[in-house]
């Protein structure tokens, strides 16, 4: 329009960011999930021994991850990207406790609430103890009855938390998401009911939660282990019908296009991991870990990029995305790199 100013912002982003994230925060955050995984180890421990088992350390650890979460997400985040193959049970009811309290920071809910939500994570799986080992961790298919055997461990995990000491009131609202968890948003999913019900708002997100960690976790029965970018692609496509499409929704927006711990090949050559998105950043350009050859044929850590930074001249972007990568395809442990 004629006689019409047009105004445009621009904006200075470096490429380069200090390597300084408050080491104490990322130490503290090292501190709990080593904490967690000891406390999850020893209550399922206990409980196959018939020795009494408390949930204390539980509510201790998960309100220590309300702390952390309430600081940094991304410290939190960069934390459910550990992998373990031999102690994968336990690693996964902590990366599932920490993606839950994330997700249940994003909607909204209380300390308190995110608290007890982390606590249904860490013990959502409780039940597994109970299952062979050589059913859980079968290369082939599982046969029906080894299947059936599997679908039990919901309500055994619930049987295993009546059994814990501590008081009615804190084992009745820690009950229901374990044993709801794999019902799915349609309910066609296990243990099946006989009559419609509602999912609790803690059961829909332990299910996305857990389902995003199993994808993205090497299991010796699934020859592929998805990167983070191709999970959430697969877990979109069941909406409204494995889970609750808003959650979902935010679940996605929460980690991003690329979420925290995704293996980047850039058009640069170089290899990075996604540790943040700065805030008011463009969530298609994260802030990233390059990844430099240690000369041993694995990878040690370079400077921190941050994708949105341009050529001061030009105004392209000096790093572009090419494709993702996995991880272990290259002896990466991403949680290494990130905290």
Not at 45 to 73: F, H, P, W, Y
Not at 138 to 153: F, M, V, Y
Not at 237 to 255: A, C, S, Y
């Amino acid at each position: 329009k004629a006689g019409a100013f047009q105004w445009v912002e621009i904006v200075d982003i470096p490429d380069e960011v200090s390597q300084e994230r408050d080491p104490e925060r990322k130490e503290m955050a090292r501190r709990t999930y080593a904490n967690a995984l000891t406390s999850v180890k020893e209550i399922s421990q206990k409980i196959t021994s018939q020795s009494g088992a408390g949930v204390r350390k539980l509510k201790r650890i998960a309100q220590n991850m309300v702390d952390l979460l309430s600081e940094d997400e991304s410290v939190l985040l960069g934390l459910s990207t550990i992998r373990d193959y031999d102690d994968y049970t336990y690693t996964h009811s902590v990366n599932v406790a920490i993606l839950s309290m994330c997700l249940g920071k994003r909607i909204g809910l209380s300390r308190v609430s995110m608290s007890m939500l982390g606590i249904c994570g860490l013990v959502h799986d409780i039940g597994k103890v109970d299952i062979p080992l050589g059913i859980l961790n079968k290369p082939g298919k599982l046969a029906a009855e080894e299947l059936e055997e599997i679908k039990k461990h919901p309500l055994r995990s619930v049987s295993k938390i009546i059994k814990l000491r501590a008081t009615r009131d804190l084992k009745a609202k820690i009950l229901l998401p374990p044993f709801e968890h794999h019902m799915k948003y349609d309910l066609s999913g296990y243990p099946r009911i006989h009559r419609k019900r509602s999912i609790s708002l803690f059961g829909r997100i332990l299910a996305i939660a857990d389902v995003f960690d199993a994808l993205t976790s090497p299991r010796i029965y699934r020859p592929k282990t998805y990167s983070p970018d191709l999970a959430l692609g697969l877990m979109l496509e069941g909406t409204g019908k494995d889970f609750d499409p808003i959650l979902l929704k935010v679940f996605i927006n929460m980690l991003g296009v690329y979420p925290v711990g995704t293996l980047l090949l850039l058009d640069t050559g170089e290899k990075g991991l996604v540790i943040n998105f700065p805030e008011g950043s463009d969530i298609a350009r994260p802030l990233i870990v390059l990844l430099l050859p240690d000369g041993q044929k694995g990878f040690k850590k370079g400077k921190l990029a941050n994708l949105a930074g341009r050529n001061p001249k030009t105004g392209s972007y000096l790093r572009n995305i090419v494709r993702t990568l996995h991880p272990s395809s290259y002896g990466i442990q991403p949680a290494d790199f990130i905290l």
